[in-house]
């Protein structure tokens, strides 16, 4: 398997496959969309990541630049749902 993730999933045994998955990235009132390979258990779902793409997540909840690299594209708007 490439990108040093486990065949088998730490959670519960079930079979590894590398897939494209996007993740959400939470950094402060905004929400990042992110596609990257992740290693995807058949079994229970767990998305298992590198080292290279945790250390990547991290940088953009610190709000790290990272242009020229990647850039950034509006894609719509988010809603806050308040009750009553």
């Given at each position: 398997?490439?990108?040093n993730i486990v065949s088998i999933c730490p959670v519960c045994g079930g079979e590894v496959v590398i897939k494209k998955v996007e993740k959400l990235i939470r950094r402060g009132r905004?929400?990042?969309i992110?596609?990257?390979?992740?290693?995807?258990c058949t079994k229970c779902g767990e998305h298992i990541y590198d080292l290279e793409t945790q250390e990547l997540f991290q940088r953009l909840r610190q709000g790290e630049s990272l242009f020229p690299a990647f850039h950034l594209h509006r894609i719509g708007y988010?809603?806050?749902v308040i009750p009553g």
């Open positions: 398997m490439s990108k905004d929400v990042l992110v596609q990257v390979e992740a290693g995807v988010a809603y806050e």
